[in-house]
T-cell receptor, first 113, second 116 residues
Framework: DAKTTQPTSMDCAEGRAANLPCNHS???????VYWYRQIHSQGPQYIIH???NNETNEMASLIITEDRKSSTLILPHATLRDTAVYYC??????????????FGDGTTLTVKP | GAVVSQHPSRVICKSGTSVKIECRSL??????MFWYRQFPKQSLMLMAT?????????EQGVEKDKFLINHASLTLSTLTVTSAHPEDSSFYIC????????????FGSGTRLTVV
């Protein structure tokens, strides 16, 4: 898996957009960018993933740069329940190693009232 | 959506005993499941890949005789921590994916193991 770099922590005001960056400069052509989050003492929760196009779902948007070396997860209207550790992972989507996710330290997002 | 159930959520055991943790895919079949371990204030570390009907593949440094994995059906994988010691106390998490959905892997809610 390609190595990812994320800021250790970020704060966001409730109701505002939270923009979480991730650098993955060594990403390979067949590797996707996945985002998960982990609320304290729970299993990680899948948020979104993408290959090269921007993606949006009910939880968040994912913006991937044209050179694919970095991406940004956007939570459009952060709530207190979005306080969690957010992990950016790059890996292949199919094949034997598709599920082997290497988790870095992630970004601890704190949403404040 | 896909749901992965993990049981028990918490367990306390005495040093030297064995503990079994179950990971079930509730509404889909999973030929492959993954087991992770997470120590306090640390990230998740992959322990092993559980393959239905065959031997598990362990990551470097993980003792296969201590962490026994059985994946006997397409919906169930079990992790048995044998002869547990206090240093095995950790948060154990499994993950699985429903084939063909294109989504990321679904994680269980985790098992908090405390060895006393």
């Amino acid at each position: 898996d390609a190595k990812t770099t994320q800021p250790t922590s970020m704060d966001c005001a409730e109701g505002r957009a939270a923009n979480l960056p991730c650098n993955h400069s060594t990403i390979s052509g067949n590797e996707y960018v996945y985002w998960y989050r982990q609320i304290h003492s729970q299993g990680p929760q899948y948020i979104i993933h993408g290959l090269k196009n921007n993606e949006t779902n009910e939880m968040a948007s994912l913006i991937i740069t044209e050179d694919r070396k970095s991406s940004t997860l956007i939570l459009p209207h952060a709530t207190l329940r979005d306080t969690a550790v957010y992990y950016c992972i790059v890996r292949v989507a199919i094949g034997t190693n598709a599920g082997k996710s290497t988790f870095g330290d992630g970004t601890t997002l704190t949403v404040k009232p | 959506g896909a749901v992965v159930s993990q049981h028990p959520s918490r367990v306390i055991c005495k040093s030297g005993t064995s503990v079994k943790i179950e990971c079930r895919s509730l509404d889909f079949q999973a030929t492959t499941m993954f087991w992770y371990r997470q120590f306090p204030k640390q990230s998740l570390m992959l322990m092993a890949t559980s393959n239905e009907g065959s031997k598990a593949t362990y990551e470097q440094g993980v003792e296969k005789d201590k962490f026994l994995i059985n994946h006997a059906s397409l919906t169930l994988s079990t992790l048995t921590v044998t002869s547990a010691h206090p240093e095995d106390s950790s948060f154990y998490i499994c993950s699985a994916r429903e084939a063909g959905t294109g989504r990321g892997y679904t994680f269980g809610s985790g098992t908090r193991l405390t060895v006393v």
